[in-house]
């Protein structure tokens, strides 16, 4: 019986650091729960004061990490640099050396996790990333242990803490884009260079995870359809909120018999969902099974210590199991090997969804009326139409649409349509609904 | 490479119906999760007409159920009969006859459950009981498994579908607690005997377990102070609306350095909150973590399939695992066990609370003031008093009063104390307050 197992960290920066306090913290606490003696055994890390910062003296410090994934006193490698160049390399070579693997790295995992995956399959070993998905949020687990009892139907998620911090207060404040953004800069829980959070990346990458392990589809980061909030008006989230909705950042995936759809995008629901009163840079996971019907799972989706909890929860898992014979008994992707199957992604024009349609018209008599012509005309349903004040200096007014079912490319072509009317002043503004009904 | 799993089902009721119809339904499904066959071989059911509704003929009837624990084809026993009496000695005959065993029997873990772990642990079998607490949220996999990395500071849960539909219905659409009930169990949300629900029991089962595995201490069922919902007023419903706060039957359970609480009543907390906004028979566990913070899981706390839902993902677990050379790798109450160590639970009246009271008084003036002197005198806080209108037919004034933080018997003197006074006209009512800060 192993009792000791000794840890490779990979990076001290902000997840890193949470890591090595929570294994020297809870130190005490982990043994309690796994017998176990759980040590950060060395750090790999070119800034060596930051480094000497973080650990004691005890904690051999490697400046060059393809060092330490040859340390054989390492039983398992946590990588937390990020990326997708060297931190690739870096799990690579630490899973030939037969050593387990864990990650936080989304874009590692929603852009080579199919190769990984084979790799570490080969050679044995797990390749684990509870701190990939929502943070602190214990969902890989759920859906791939917790309710692998299901075909899970859809997921919908707030994954990404920055843009529903940003949202939160365009409306609890009446802030413009821009301003919340510099405000959650401020605040630390936006990075300088926000576009990966702001432009829906971030998201798509924990979806395309989730997908796969709810699904049991390959992972195909390419499929994803992205749309971010920076052309988000704040109007439009009044606006939502005035006909029952709220507007947040989601990442979607359904299945359908013979397709899966896959996509980020801000999208309006009902404000009575629980999901939809998830506020600030917290994260919150929708998931649907056939049989438990919806369950939820909220939580803190970044920092140092939400997401080092996760990365821990996979160290206490490898360590609870270093004794079986295989310790990859659970599969890497929630599906055994030969039963992931590819599956059609559908393009956004493809799918069906209710929209949110704002339009900027010259406010002259009868055109609502012509809007509705077109409606009718394409035999599309109207669920909530409402004319907003008229701007005084223009003379244009907003009118706010909902629509029934209908496939967005269908949609698209009445937009075309009314785009081009001389009425219209401004670029429709097009938003996808979710009910999120079981 | 064991290819096949043949389960023995105790019961053909709600969940046992639920489990045989997800095993069957999402077979192929299941299949690609684990690579195996999972079979009903066997089901034991004195009601033959009742078993041969559910399964089909390859599946063995035991009218006993004391021969299907002994069936040596069998791998696993799922206990679904309910109750601490014969469903007790059947679980200990399978563990006898080394069988891993599979319950949704709150009580039986609740009341019993220190003796049948040891015996578990005896035999090298697993004990699991997913389905045991909060129907289909994976809570026992997220506490045990997924939150593992943390110390957990508390936790709070509605964990009774049946009062939480109650008390939605009282407060949404004015329903005094009997017509509530009356409807609930018109609905299927109550049993014809709902005493179990609505006097707390059922959810006392329910964090007595949860305490257990969040801080390793014995499962203590008769240490848990339990109030129901069956005294609680409707006005008082509407009153804590009034001042930011809705009543939840919550199960409430938090560490302290030698000591814990361990509690289930009716509970004020901030409309605000997450979890205040869980209604209608739904379920829902708010973790608080010393690294993660808050997180929360929400979903079905029972019915068929979502009870079913939690009994199939431990079905799986167990299947992943069969191949291991221990398949209790993961300790059955989280912690180890020479590391499950007693600590004092507290009484009540030892417990540290802010608290909402209502006196109803004589209408004289000066009346609030002499409340406040009581307060003053015993140096204790009071952070919202409000006056109600008077009753025209007999002079009586409804005072609400909000407190600071108070141990428990001292706010009790005072209770006593205003009681006692001639203005004095009723009980006064007593609800604890939680603020569910991180």
Redesign the interface.
Known sequence: MQNKINIGLIGAGTVGG?TY??LK??FS???????KEIIVFALAEKDLKRAKEIVDDKTIVYEDAFDIVKDKNIHVIIELIGGTGVSKNLVEEAIKNNKHVITANKALIAMHGEELVSLAREHNVNLAY?AAVAG???II??VR???????IEWIVGILNGTTNYILTEMKENNLAFDVALKQAQDLGFAEADPSFDIEGVDAAHKITILASIAF?IPINFNAVHIEGISNLEQKDIIFAEEIGYKIKLLGITKHHHDSVELRVHPTLIPEKK?VA??DGPMNAVLVQ????????????GAGA??T??????D???LA??L????TT???IL???KD?IKPKKILLIEDITSEFYLRFSMQNESGVVEKIKQVFELHSIGIGVIVQKEIKKDDGIIDIILVTSNIIEKNINEIINEIEVMPENKNKIVKLRIEQLNS
């Open positions: 949470g306090k929570i913290e809870n606490e982990i043994f309690r729960k796994t017998g509870e602190g949020i214990p687990k759920s242990e917790g309710l692998a009892g299901n075909k049991g629980l009163n998830v099974g056939n049989m438990v019907g919806p369950t939820l799972y909220y939580g803190a210590e939400p080092a909890s996760a990365v821990v929860a160290i206490i898992d609870r199991n004794e079986s014979t295989s008994h659970i599969p929630g599906f055994i039963e």
